[in-house]
């Protein structure tokens, strides 16, 4: 025997059929190993232009000047892998997807076997509280709910009927209520799960946007290097100078033109940063990923347990005397029952508690305190029933008083029981309004005593329960009557009332939505559930709604109507993987920059899709995790906030200190090519340009890039796609620095070069580690002046201030830097000379700021 309903296969037929198609996983891509982490941090196009640098010193004898660029290349891998394996390392701890252990049916016995070994053909036998191992083919259910919010985003609990369409179980998906049975049709790969798991391995990954503009800076900044190299090198042989030395001197101009640090810089503020989103509750799996947040304009959310608690809330109870609201969020029963605004509870109020009785006692749910929180165990709805007795101080009834059940079905909708309660049975119902209006013929009159039920009546009914729907609400009705017998029919009942739930917003959802609209971010909902529940939430938490498609709204549009139609706030529902997909794409050829959130493998393809994929750490799959670039561990949409604001500090970081370093480079560069043309000796050394532009100028970037963001950085819009880290009003600023303190340090070469070279050279190099140093405040705002942001808001700058002050010092009269840099000790007058000559570079931006600040405020006052 192989297996048949009640003995389940044999232990050799399971092994069999576990040898021919594997083991019960997903096709798991093989681990990045720490070589290959390693290796790809050294791929970007400025550090290899480094290496080719380092590579040309090296071959022309320049031992040091090679170790040195080699070291910053180093530095740069070692801090980029570092915070790639940390991620990594994490995610692992983070894998909690799939159940274990499975309960099969094996040579007749049940047993509990790991869920790898589960093999198609396996009996499979589910209770509440399960997760389903594999896809099965439902054979026997009683009372069955399954959760496919996962797979599918519908919040509601799926009910499983044997004869019906719905009796397949999906990998992943969890049992809410109820006891099943079912034969294993598909396992890893082949389950609707894993399909969808290849759907997103099969999308490629681009760069980021911030790689992107890297790269183009980096592009620029080599082509400028190499045609000024080449262009130093033909004037100085068509002047008469040695090869050699030329060579030497173009190679130093490139070098000197290509900001070393930049690579080192980008990578260690981007690590800070990772840092603080970690503290934040925001697991950073590319570097570049949180800037590229900073940059979205569209962030597509999926609603259940993203945008919502993902736990069913009693919101209103109707009867026919009057109405109760509810207050409270998921299981937590910290709530009230009012009406009228006045507190109540059941034992005050008859009708409501007969009401709550009846929700009572056709449920299977249980809610109990977990140390500081609550667990509810069972149907939501049903959770959601208890946790409103709770905040009507109810008594919860004996399950001894259950004399009989009809269990709900989707035919009926409706369950039914039967209790006993002193020396009567009562029979209670609950289900769909409209299903439970069917088998009453008598209402709650206001004095609470039954009454006929009229057509008027029954209108008035179906009246409050749309005006309830409308608001997305699910709706359940009740009823009740004395019986004889426990087995009595379903009829001639007395209606209740009814009573609206709906999965709600997180409490800090609303705020979070504001601060995107205030950011010049939309936020689009694409989820599973219902067009009226999705468009409920989205007006209760601040989205405008023209309109919501379902998926087969979208399945009927061309790409030009759908195009039209994402012009207004449209929102979408009964959406299936493919649709995500499509819509991040469609949004994305209208030149957004789109991050898309989720938490279920139906989010995945998406989430790989999107510019940037931001996955929830505590209730998201395994898949989905592996899909995104950000991983929320707090499950918060808000946290989302917090990560835009630290990208737009990022990418404004990254301007300030690329303008620096630049600015300081082209110091550098307009010295080295005017007195090229000169004809004088070397102003400076590469030893000293490599001082500069790694030593000293890389420490005072980093300390730039963790300057605080801009009190207004959510009230401006995002940063265009297409705008460069480098745009025009920064290479006028690097253009002024440059001119002013290459110029500066030609005038104090030449003005002491009757003194000695040495001297001259030193003169030189140590008034341009100054003016780089003191130019640095200049960056720190764009805009504002610095009494306005604060002098010693940016501590760590001005430490590496002195640090920097202090290395040059050394440099200059300590002995073993004094003969690797071949400097001479200076004289007081000629450090006041120095000093004299660097404070216009701090005094002239902040006079140009505080006069434009002047300005605009006040066109802003005058009136109009």
Wanted: aromatic fraction near 4%; hydrophobic fraction near 50%.
């Amino acid at each position: 025997m192989t297996g048949d309903k009640s003995y389940g296969l044999t232990t050799q037929e399971a092994a069999r059929r576990l040898q021919e198609v594997g083991p019960n996983q997903l096709a798991e891509k093989k681990p990045t190993s720490r070589w290959t982490i390693l290796a790809r941090q050294f791929t970007s196009l400025l550090i290899l232009m480094l290496i080719v640098a380092a590579a040309i010193a090296a071959a022309l004898g320049e031992t040091v000047d090679a170790i040195a660029i080699m070291l910053v290349v180093v530095l740069n891998g070692i801090l980029g892998f570092a915070q790639e394996w940390r991620t990594e390392t994490a995610l692992a701890a983070l894998k909690n997807m799939l159940a274990t252990e499975a309960r099969v049916v094996r040579d007749g016995a049940q047993v509990m076997i790991d869920t790898r070994q589960i093999v198609p053909g396996d009996l499979v036998i589910l209770e509440g509280g399960d997760k389903v191992p594999a896809d099965l083919v439902l054979t026997t259910g009683m009372r069955l709910k399954v959760d496919e919010s996962i797979l599918t985003g519908e919040s509601v609990p799926v009910d499983k009927t044997l004869g019906d369409e719905a009796t397949r179980l999906f990998m992943g998906s969890n049992v809410v209520a109820g006891r099943a049975e079912g034969v294993v049709h598909a396992t890893g790969s082949k389950t609707e799960f894993g399909n969808i798991a290849e759907l997103t391995a099969s999308i490629d990954v681009g760069q980021t946007h911030l790689q992107a503009q890297l790269g183009r800076l980096a592009r620029l900044l080599g082509g400028v290097a190499v045609g000024l190299a080449a262009l130093v090198l033909v004037a100085g042989l068509m002047t008469g100078r040695p090869l050699q030395e030329m060579f030497l001197t173009s190679i130093a101009l490139a070098v000197a033109m290509v900001p070393e640090g930049l690579p080192a810089v980008v990578t260690i503020t981007l690590a800070l940063g990772a840092s603080a989103m970690l503290r934040r509750q925001s697991l950073v799996r590319r570097l570049q990923a949180v800037e590229t947040l900073g940059a979205a304009t569209v962030i597509c959310t999926d609603k259940t347990g993203t945008l919502t608690e993902n736990a069913m809330t009693v919101t209103r109870v109707w009867t026919p005397a009057r109405s109760y609201d509810v207050s409270g969020t998921g299981y937590d029963p910290a709530g009230h029952i009012a009406t009228d605004g006045t507190r109540v509870r059941t034992a005050d109020d008859a009708r409501l508690a007969e009401l709550i009785d009846v929700g009572l006692s056709c449920n299977h749910a249980e809610l109990s305190r977990i140390g500081d929180g609550w667990r509810m165990v069972g149907d939501p709805t049903e959770g959601a029933l208890v946790t409103l007795a709770f905040k009507g101080w109810a008594r919860l009834p004996d399950v001894a008083d259950r004399l009989a059940e009809i269990p709900f079905d989707a035919d009926r909708k409706r369950m039914s029981v039967v209790m006993q309660r002193g020396e009567h049975l009562v029979q209670m119902v609950k289900g769909a309004p409209e299903s439970v209006l069917d088998v009453c013929d008598r209402v709650q009159g206001l004095d609470g005593t039954a009454q006929a039920l009229t057509p008027e009546d029954r209108a008035e009914i179906e009246r409050v329960a749309a005006d309830m729907a409308s608001d997305g609400r699910r709706l359940l009705g009740f009823a009740r009557r004395i019986v004889d017998d426990p087995m009595a029919e379903e009829h001639g009942l007395v209606f209740l009332g009814i009573v609206g739930m709906i999965d709600p917003p997180r409490p800090e959802v609303r705020q979070a939505v504001g601060l995107c609209r205030s950011a010049g971010i939309r936020v689009v909902m694409i989820t599973g559930d219902a067009p009226l529940t999705a468009a409920a939430i989205a007006r209760e938490i601040g989205l405008e709604v023209h309109s919501v498609l379902t998926g087969a709204d979208l399945d009927a549009l061309s790409d030009d109507e759908l195009q039209e139609k994402l012009n207004g706030n449209t929102h979408f529902a009964r959406t299936a993987p493919a649709h995500k997909m499509r819509l991040v794409e469609m949004l994305q050829q209208r030149g957004n920059l789109v991050a898309m959130t989720g938490d279920g493998v139906n989010d995945a393809p998406a989430l790989r899709q999107a510019d940037i994929g931001i996955a929830m750490g505590q209730r998201g799959t395994d898949v989905a995790k592996d899909a995104s670039d950000l991983v929320l561990l707090d499950d918060n949409f808000a946290t989302i906030v917090g990560a835009v604001e630290e990208g737009r500090r990022q990418f404004a970081n990254i301007q300030r200190f690329v303008r620096y370093l630049l600015s300081s480079n082209a110091g550098e560069v307009v010295a080295i090519v005017i007195n090229l043309f000169l004809g004088g000796p070397l102003i400076f050394l590469a030893t000293q340009i490599l001082w500069m532009n790694l030593v000293t100028d890389g420490v005072t970037a980093v300390a730039l890039g963790m300057e605080k963001a801009a009190p207004d950085v959510m009230a401006q819009p995002p940063v265009p796609k297409d705008h460069p880290i480098l745009d025009a009003t920064g290479l006028v600023m690097i253009v002024c620095f440059g001119i002013y303190t290459g110029s500066a340090s030609l005038w104090l070469f030449y003005t002491h070069l009757p003194e000695g070279a040495d001297l001259a050279r030193t003169m030189a190099f140590t008034g341009m580690v100054l003016f780089e140093k003191v130019s640095v405040f200049a960056f720190r705002s764009f805009r504002l002046p610095l009494f306005r942001i604060g002098f010693f808001s940016n501590r760590p700058l001005l430490i590496a201030f002195a640090a920097m002050m202090g290395a040059q010092v050394a440099a200059v009269y300590w002995p073993p830097l004094q003969n690797l840099l071949h400097t001479v000790p200076l004289s007081l007058e000629q450090l006041q000379v120095l000093g004299l000559l660097a404070l216009p570079l701090i005094v002239v931006p902040e006079v140009l700021k505080f006069a434009r600040g002047s300005r605009t405020r006040g066109i802003s006052q005058a009136p109009r």
